[in-house]
């Protein structure tokens, strides 16, 4: 018999190390976090906080220290721990790829230069260990995009706990992606062509060809169709300003050619991602009313002449200028567990940690169009939310001990805190 | 036969064959022997570049100069040429190029890359080439020969530009009407070397420059040894490079940091290298006026770029626009230093350029002397041709060139190339001057004519009344041709004129519009035009600009790029008051404490510390810590791998450095100030380290920590070339990898035996390099990722009595620390890297608190020039995952790699006696708010955030300027080249090709 326990414990050892955590159930009772710093995600903090949370909502946000309010339900002490709303990691290619060394495990990248009905999330792998991996650093929301082309395909916004796409999914299609040509060029040397970067003399042709797909489109979606486009028919939501086209331009020509062609082209929604020289022009981005979802802020200057530390305050720059900035991840996917740190950073350049918060929670959910549920802490929106030791934009600091997403209480277990558990025991036996 | 040799484009021939050849049977005609002499009198003579002789003589028989002085015996039977006001010079001597050799294509059999040689008979190697003979490839060039000769060259010095060793070059004279016995002045004139790869052949080593170093370096041992007789076998490579080495010997580089390894080539292989430079010489002067070599020089200045659209302008960087700045005075920074050097008109698009670059050298301060040596003495002595060219003396070959005046003005013109006694006519001398305004009349109407620049490039303006009319003319050999246009129509109707030139007025042959023909006359009212008073006004105006104007050279930084120090800057003594000391040595941050540099060395740590004469600096607030120690980089190289093989223990990083990387002053910024430059993972035994310190500014010896001596081994994926489709390098498994070890520590310890037994013994560098390992007197960093391989290189190790000293990345360290520790392996990893290819799939965040908790000496490490400069936050993640104390958590960055690279007794902590290495922080750097405010290198404030600051601004008003200079060059017409921006590479362990 004992022989017996001691498989079935070796069997469940082995099966929680190769799969991923269990989705957690729905909220059942209601809960109270007392005590907790609670950082808002729109530039306010409560020092001594009580929220509410019931059917997973945040039911109420109080101050403490000036209010007396009854506890309801469970209640879960967080004195001088703090809370913060789930942090959302914007362009990322999280559930499409595993491993970017072996081919089979990547779905992020379709042929094709006009993609738009290409669509990410029918790819988003819910079980993926490294979508787990996010979430002990307070990242619980993320934006999954398609890579490559012209028009990349169709991004969806998911929450990191699900059992599969469909249960993932918080937002579909919260847009298409656009990579707008570079007015300079890298030379295909494996080609021939001379190395370095020299004027793309067909930046005008491809920047038209962009011009025909959108007048195409509209054209098409303008009517009924006997006979269907899949690409043009997947344009209506952008033309009809229902959903966001990211547009991920760097260079400070083809930005200002963006902000003409959101005009030109009628674009309600425009979101320009990466930006690299948004800054050296943020008065205009902020005029045009386009928002902005930065590259990855540890990222090194693009010019040998650039400030050392010109990705660390551009963001500053960009919010000064009145731009609505959000942090991204330049398409990447397990990195994008450290965009906490990414906010974290942009203090060190002249930003408070409240503002720089904003930046990967409410700012980003403004962008993505999710702010009237998520992005911040307040009555009404979704508990997904986390409790952290330290401050979680803080490498130190960052410590969550409990999570939610809408409520349900998430697992913050991994293949890695299994693997360090399990080595852990080893050496100490 | 003949006929071909004669047709030779636009220049008129006036030659004879020189040697009789007198045993050559003849059957078209009679013997022709031409021992008559020409005399040339009353020329300026340049004897050579001091030596000047006015109304001079010069003798010429047989193509060589029997007499030349101020007043030689006139010889019978000679033809005198009067050259009453022009100038005689030696003609130049083109030292390097490629003439009439055309370089091999290269032929790829295929993606796989190939390693072993495909000759037999010859080096192992197929890029080393000494037996190549420049004859056996070579056919005159009469085209290029034209184009050399109008540019003052009359001899030149050509090889197969093709291999690392290239083989021999040989000298030709640019005889265009001589026979090729005629023209070959030396067959093996000198021994080329480069560190480029020959086309010939695919073998991939070497694939990097350190190592195609390297494999210089164990050539010459190589040629050494079989010179010696301890070779059983033939290797007609050796053979042939030993029987070249009594010839001069010419390395071609490519820049000033290769000009620095062929002088440290020379050294090593005691074979004094003739440096082909790259003409940014200027950018490192001290070290290159310090190799004391000779130099063969490249006038190769970059045009300004187009930088009017803004945009595009703003793609070029500082240090590009400083190259088109401050390179035209290269050769005069050289003659500065007194280096000897010869100028070349290689690297030029064609040699047309070559007086206008030379003229461009000379407005930058190169001398006329200086030039006129650098084109013919020198050349002539570095040839070891003295005697027979570069100079006008009895003897020597008849090679010189006639001209207007003196050779370098502008206004010179050059009218004869005489090469071996035959005169190539660049500009007829006797053409005569016809400008000025005419009346042209032809039957009975009456044209206004002004002939401009008759002597140079004729123009010609008609006018009928105040009507310009639609002209064309020529002039050649004393005709005049002119075509004009009457109509007044779309229709065309033209009368042409001809006429010879020598009568006044000009009387000729005029064809009307109808086709009858009648008499014209042109009478010269003036010599002096209107058109030519204008445009010359301006040009002259423009001209003299050009000519006065002293250009303004950007003062060259240390280095010379974006962030460059104006002087070198020096070691302070600084006391720092106040700070929170993190010493690294205690458990405890230290408040409220002073620490004094002095002599670049830490001097005090202390309370209320004085010291007088110091820098005072207020650290209230603030923190100081020592500087950073990145383990594992790839920052400031040229290349990271040498893959060609699957070993490359004799390669040696520092042969890659690249001290103006921008990386080194972005690390310094994040406080880093020692990094260990690793070699890539591509092969299980990689190259030697460069552990260095990163004095921004300084010299790759004042860099580079020589005594601290490392070497890169890899496992797994790379090594076994997983994710490059490559399969036909041993190993291709782990399995394989640990015999491969096996294999060459064994020959190694039999190397050792052999070298030991006092029997001869080839010299290896490979193999010294590994007996240096089994010696513990070269320590191993082995990249390494899963627990297998990081267990199967400890029990190799002590197989053969060794201990590894670090596992670099050792992402599964947390599997084996035991055994890490058991070992005495010290982990250097990453915080969180993972999932981004096979091998990390159980890469953890842990890693580090688990090989900590169990006793391995561990530390953070970047491999990545992004992370490198914020290690101070990976650290900081240990406590996060895992939970290291804080104190332990630094020392991951600080104390740890020091120990690890066994220079904690310099450097690593904050101790009496270090090195003052120490970084000034904004606050806590284990914060993600922490700023590195200062950064110190042995006394030296390398980082300074005020400077920043102030940089940040200065490099964008640098450019303006020179912005705005590049503007007015666009606007006086000059020559421009589309706005660029360079690659810059940003390297890791995995990146195998490097973008030239």
Known sequence: MKKFKILVFAFLITLTAVAQQTPAPKQSGEITLKGGTAHIGNGKVIENSIIFIKDGKITGVYDAQNNTIEPKGEVIDVTSKHIYPGFIAPDTTLGLVEISAVRATEDQDEIGEFNPHIEAIVAYNAESKVVESMRPNGVLLAQTVPQGGTISGTSSVVQLDAWNWEDAVVKRGDGVHLNWPNSFRRGRWWLGEEPGYSPNKSYAEDVTKIKDFINQSSAYTGGDNAIKNLPYASMKSILDGDSNLYIHVDGEKEILDVLRFKTAMNLDHVVLVGAYRAYTIADQVAKANVPVILARVHSLPETEDDDYDISYKMAKILDDAGVLVALGNSGEYWQARNIPFYAGQVTAHGMSFEDALSLITLNTAKILGIDSEMGSLEEGKDATLFVSTGNALEMKGNNVEKAMIKGRDISLETHQTELWKRYMEKYSR | ?????????????????????????????????????????????????????????????????????????????????????????????????????????????????????????????????????????????????????????????????????????????????????????????????????????????????????????????????????????????????????????????????????????????????????????????????????????????????????????????????????????????????????????????????????????????????????????????????????????????????????????????????????????????????????????????????????????????????????????????????????????????????????????????????????????????????????????????????????????????????????????????????????????????????????????????????????????????????????DEHSHIAAFDINESGQNSSAEVRMKDAVDPDDIDIYRDLAGGVTTIQLLHGSANPIGGQSAVMKLKWGSSIDDMVMDDVKFIKFALGENVKQSNWGSFNRFPQTRMGVQQMYTDYFQRAKEYEARKKSGKPYRKDYEMETLVDILNGERFVTSHSYVQSEINMLMKVAEDFGFRINTFTHILEGYKVADKMKEHGVAGSTFSDWWAYKYEVNDAIPYNAAIMWSEGVLTGINSDDAEMSRRLNQEAAKTMKYGGVPEMEAWKFVTLNPAKMLHIDDRVGSIKKGKDADVVLWSTNPMSVSAVAEKTLIEGVVYFDIERDRQLQKEVKQKKNELITMMLAAKNKGLKTQPAKKEEKQRMQCETLETIK
């Open chain 2, 1 to 629: 036969m003949l006929k071909k040799l004669f047709l030779s484009g636009s220049f008129l021939l006036c030659g004879f064959l020189l040697q009789a050849q007198d045993y050559f049977p003849k059957n078209d005609g009679v013997i022709t022997e031409n021992n008559n002499y020409t005399v040339f009198k009353n020329a300026t003579l340049h004897l050579n570049p001091s030596e000047t002789v006015e109304n001079g003589m010069l003798v010429v028989q047989q193509g060589k100069i029997t007499a030349v002085g101020k007043s030689v015996s006139m010889p019978d039977h000679a033809v005198v040429i009067d050259l009453q006001g022009k100038h005689i010079y030696p003609s130049f001597i083109e030292t390097y190029s490629d003439f009439g050799i055309e370089k091999p294509k290269r032929k790829s059999n295929g993606r796989s890359p190939q390693y072993q040689p495909t000759r037999e008979g010859y080096y192992w190697n197929d890029h080393i080439r000494p037996e190549t003979n420049a004859l056996d490839d070579f056919k005159y060039d009469n085209k290029t020969a034209e184009a050399m000769l109008k540019a003052g060259f009359g001899t030149v010095q050509t090889h197969k530009a093709d291999g690392i060793a290239r083989g021999t070059g040989m000298i030709i004279a640019l005889n265009e009407q001589g026979t090729a016995a005629d023209r070959l002045l030396n067959v093996k004139s000198a021994q080329f070397f480069s560190f480029e790869k020959s086309n010939l052949s695919d073998q991939s080593y070497p694939t990097s420059i350190m190592g195609a170093t390297a494999l210089i370096r164990q050539v010459f041992v190589d040629a050494n040894w079989y010179k010696e007789g301890n070779e059983p076998t033939r290797d007609l490579s050796l053979e042939a490079l030993n029987n070249n080495m009594n010839m001069p010997q010419i390395f071609k580089g490519d820049g000033v940091y290769d000009d620095l390894r062929i002088a440290s080539l020379s050294k090593e292989t005691d074979v004094p290298f003739i440096i082909v430079g790259g003409g940014d010489e200027y950018l490192r002067m001290n070290e290159v006026k310090e190799t004391g070599a000779s130099y063969i020089l490249p006038l190769n200045f970059p045009d300004a770029y187009d930088v009017e659209d803004p945009f595009q302008a703003s793609y070029v960087s500082l240090s590009q626009m400083l190259e088109w700045n401050q390179s035209p005075a290269n050769p005069a920074k050289l003659q500065e230093a007194g280096l000897t050097f010869a100028l070349t008109a290689n690297g030029l698009k064609s040699p047309d350029k070559f007086m206008e670059m030379l003229q461009k050298a000379m407005k930058y301060g190169l001398t006329e002397e200086q030039a006129l040596a650098s084109l013919t003495t020198i050349p002539a002595q570095l040839l070891r041709q003295e005697g027979k060219i570069g100079s006008l003396k009895n003897g020597a070959w008849a090679n010189f060139l006639v001209t207007s005046g003196p050779i370098f003005d502008k206004e010179t013109v050059l009218y004869e190339n005489w090469v071996q006694g035959n005169k190539n006519i660049i500009k007829d001398a006797d053409v005569k001057d016809i400008d000025g305004m005419y009346t042209l009349n032809i039957s009975g109407t009456s044209y206004s004519m002004e002939i401009s620049k008759s002597t140079e490039k004729p123009s010609v303006t008609i006018k009928q009344g105040d009507t310009k009319l639609g002209s064309k003319i020529t002039y050649d050999d004393g005709w005049l041709n002119v075509t004009f246009n009457t109509s007044k129509t779309k229709e065309k109707q033209y009368i042409r004129i001809i006429a010879q030139t020598d009568k006044k007025p000009l009387i000729g042959k005029a064809i009307l519009e109808d086709g009858t023909e009648s008499q014209f006359t042109a009478t010269r009212t003036s010599s002096t035009t209107e058109n030519k008073n204008d445009e010359n006004d301006d040009e002259d105006e423009d001209e003299d600009d050009k000519d006065t104007e002293i250009p303004t050279v950007m003062p060259l930084t240390y280095p010379d790029v974006a962030y460059g120090f104006d002087s070198q800057p020096k070691a302070e003594t600084i006391l720092f008051q106040n700070a929170t000391v993190w010493t690294g040595e205690d458990d405890e941050a230290l408040e409220d404490t002073d620490v004094l540099i002095k002599n670049g060395k830490i001097s005090a740590i202390g309370q209320n510390l004085s010291a007088s004469g110091a820098r005072v600096i207020d650290a209230t607030d603030k923190y100081l810590t020592a500087g950073i120690i």
